[in-house]
Each structure stands twice: as C-alpha cells, then as structure tokens.
C-alpha cells in the first residue's frame, strides 16, 4: 500500500512562490507516473503537472506553464511541485497522486481518464492579490 502525504501549502500574496512535497512511503516510486492535481471551491479537480519518474519528461497544464515546475527525488522517495509567480486563480487544494498505469504519461497523465490508485490528503494553497 502507497501513502502519500503532501506539504508546503499555505497563504501568499500573488507574485509569490511556494514549493510543495508529496512524501510517499510503502514503496519506491522511482518509476511511477505521477501528477499534481488542484481543486478550487466549486470547481472540478483539474490536472496541473505530470512526470513518470524513470525519466525527465514532464507535462504540465497551460495555465501554469512557465511559471510551475514538477520534479522527483528519488533518493527521498518525494515529489515536489515548485510553483513561481503564483495568481489568485492558483488558490485551491493540492492533492499528489501516483498512477496506475505508464502508457501515456506524462502526455496524458492531467486527463480525467487516467487512472490513479492514490492520492494524498492535500494541501491548501491561497493566493491573494
């Protein structure tokens, strides 16, 4: 059984800069697709950023390219989600998931029909202007 909790949620202004980890624990992820999901009040969840992490391919949702960046560190087993010039439309809760399957990741991995066996407990994220 994979867990996989998140951290580094939390209030800034916009134009501001946090940096979120998903610690996963159970078993290694080092060749795991995974993503980063966020879900406003009253909103769908929607994909922001994918990589399986057996390589450096990324994908991420247009709204946050450029300014976002997904990465692994497979020594701590921890998925990170650098997020730069962050706007009141970041705000939301941001939920880590590992999926289960590797066809098509990351190209397709922000999809709704990807399928993905965990997901971590989120972390807010609000973003004022």
């Known amino acids: 059984q994979l867990r996989l909790v998140e951290s580094g949620g939390g209030s800034v202004q916009a134009g501001g800069s946090l940096r979120l980890s998903c610690a996963a624990s159970?078993?290694?992820?080092?060749?795991?697709?995974m993503a980063w999901f966020r879900q406003a009040p009253g909103k769908e969840r929607e994909g922001v950023a994918a990589i399986h992490t057996s390589g450096s391919s990324t994908a991420y949702a247009d709204s946050v390219k450029g300014r976002f960046a997904i990465s692994q560190d497979n020594a701590k087993n921890t998925l990170y989600l650098q997020m730069n010039s962050l706007k009141p439309e970041d705000t939301g809760m941001y939920y880590c998931g590992a999926a289960g399957q590797d066809w098509g990741c990351p190209g397709r991995a922000l999809t709704s029909a990807f399928t993905y066996n965990y997901w971590g407990q989120g972390t807010q994220v609000t973003v004022s202007s």
């Open positions: 159970g078993y290694s992820t080092s060749r795991t697709c």
